[in-house]
């Protein structure tokens, strides 16, 4: 296994100068400084901001610019933590947030999920389409569609 210390190849590190990334050196460097987690439409996102913050000890601040979301250092575990465990947050990554966020889905929408294990883009698109709407989820594998079903039941979608 290749240390994250390890350096860059150097033409990659060239690349990353041309787009003035001078500090991209190493696999290190890389990796992400925070994870996301998101809020459903029933909790206060300020309240669970607060809350997440306290029992882990973390900055925890609103996404300005991906509607219920929250972000905090990327070691922050959120396992075991009282809004977590208590199904006021789940963790989900910001691209699939932006990417369900985009479709605009509203109350009484039909939606198709294509390759929907997880299941977390599932959990924000059924919110959105609501109790008039349809939201349908598919995967080709079993598994990870019995994941899917968890989360959503997990969190009464």
Known sequence: PTSIAAPLPNSLQKWYRAQQQQNITTLSDLAPAYRYARVPAREDVD?????LG???GARVEAVTWLPRFL???????LKNAAPYEERRVFAMDAASGFAANALGVEPGDVVLDLCAAPGAKLLCLAEAAGA???VYGVDCSAPRLAVARKLLDAHHA
Do not use: E, Y
Not at 47 to 51: K, Q
Not at 71 to 77: F, I
């Open 54 to 56: 306290a029992a882990t």
């Open 132 to 134: 008039s709407g349809v």
């Open 47 to 51: 309240d669970v901001a607060r809350a």
């Open 71 to 77: 972000r905090l250092p990327a070691a922050t575990p």
